[in-house]
Each structure stands twice: as structure tokens, then as C-alpha cells.
């Protein structure tokens, strides 16, 4: 029985340590990516984080903040969101405003998110 549990215990671990591994390369996916977004004048910088300490960034347009911090988007929110900017809008202005109702529906599906998580498993932030 013994041998069981260890065999159970090793294999946990590799799972644990391959998940930090994936996990690791999508974050310098990531901010490969984010970085990449200056190309289209855009700028991104991790400003802050989340109630569940994941990093968050503020959107920059030719120096003007489209998004702050306090919108709470992580890389790969940010990174849909110029996705959505270049394919629909055709001036600074238009980004602003999408930028805008971007953030309120990501405020709102966060929020959502949030009380699930809290529901279904209990888990509260981490960071507040």
C-alpha cells in the first residue's frame, strides 16, 4: 500500500511540475505578445494585479491611456482587445470608445467569474 501512495505522490509532483511549465511558457507567450503590439503603436504595461494576483495592464495609444489598471484586463484580454481595435475601428476616437465597452464587458464578466469561483469551490482572492 505504501508503494501505492508513493507511486500516486511522484506522479502528482510531475503533474504539478509540468503545469508550472505550461504555465510559465504561456506567460512568456504572452508577454512576447504583448510586447509585439508596439509594432501598431500600441502600449502595454503590467500596472497592477487582479484580487487574484494575476498581472494587470493599462492600453496606450500614441501615449494616450485607453485603459487603466483599475479595468483589471490580463495579457491575454489586452492582447483580444487590440485584436478588436485594429479589425473594427478606424480612428483614435473609435479606439477609445471601444476600448471603453470593452472594459465594462470584461468588468462585468469578471465579476460573474468571480462569484462562481467563489461559490462552486470557495475560494476566496488571494490579494485584495
Not at 478588436?84 to 468588468?107: G, I, K, T
Request: include cysteine; charge should be negative.
Amino acid at each position: 500500500m505504501s508503494n501505492v501512495i508513493e507511486l500516486k505522490k511522484v506522479k502528482a509532483e510531475r503533474l504539478l511540475k509540468q503545469l508550472e511549465d505550461d504555465l510559465a511558457k504561456y506567460d512568456r507567450q504572452s508577454k512576447a505578445e504583448i510586447a509585439a503590439i508596439a509594432e501598431f503603436g500600441f502600449i502595454a504595461r503590467a500596472t497592477g494585479k487582479d484580487v487574484w494576483g494575476t498581472d494587470v495592464y493599462s492600453l496606450a495609444y500614441d501615449s494616450e491611456v485607453l485603459i487603466d489598471s483599475s479595468a483589471e484586463l490580463v495579457a491575454d484580454e489586452v492582447l483580444e482587445l487590440v485584436k478588436e481595435l485594429l479589425r473594427f475601428c478606424n480612428s483614435p476616437a473609435e479606439y477609445r470608445r471601444h476600448a471603453q465597452e470593452f472594459a465594462q464587458c470584461m468588468a462585468e464578466s469578471h465579476a460573474e467569474a468571480d462569484a462562481a469561483i467563489r461559490a462552486d469551490w470557495g475560494i476566496e482572492p488571494d490579494a485584495a
